[in-house]
């Protein structure tokens, strides 16, 4: 006679596996999605206002505006953007271009967290820190999960150049 706890836990197994088949798809397509909405609106004269006061205030982007104008910038972090989309979006073609495109996403999501800490924003309200300002630090905010989105990419990705082909 069967065991009902093993039975169980075999259809928790079961259903964990089913949610994980689609979660995986969902998760990188989303990421693709988002990046590419994102790279998409930097063609926009609105969006390169928009980031203009994260850019300039960057230890490690501020220099491009001496470079490039706001407008210019903004189109070009538009293609790099969208080819990082596109690159994660090929995974089931090339899981190569899909880790490549998601090691591009996690630098892409490290540089606009550190935002956080070099853009005037904290609620003064609020106190400051950690109080996040609504134009600064909760538009940032959610690239913690776009950043945990592109490293499981980059894991997936690479766990099937080492899978059997088929599987």
């Not at 949610?19 to 909405?37: D, K």
């Not at 070009?76 to 953007?81: I, Q, R």
Request: hydrophobic share 50%; with cysteine; glycine share 8%.
């Amino acid at each position: 006679m069967a065991n009902p706890e093993t039975n169980t836990i075999s259809s928790r197994s079961r259903i964990a596996l089913s949610i994980n088949t689609l979660a995986c798809p969902v998760l990188r397509y989303g990421l693709s999605l988002v990046i590419a909405w994102m790279g998409v609106m930097k063609f926009t004269g609105y969006e390169a206002k928009g980031i203009e006061p994260l850019v300039a205030h960057s230890p490690l982007l501020s220099w491009a505006y001496h470079v490039w104008t706001v407008r210019q910038f903004s189109i070009g972090l538009g293609v790099v953007e969208l080819a990082i989309a596109i690159l994660i979006a090929l995974r089931p073609w090339s899981p190569k271009a899909c880790a490549v495109g998601s090691v591009f996403a996690i630098l892409m999501f490290l540089v606009t967290l550190s935002f956080l800490v070099t853009t005037p924003g904290w609620e003064p309200s609020l106190g400051g820190f950690p109080a996040l300002s609504e134009a600064v630090g909760q538009f940032l905010i959610k690239d913690v999960v776009l950043l945990g989105a592109a490293i499981y990419s980059l894991g997936e990705a690479l766990a099937s150049l080492d899978a059997p082909p088929g599987s």
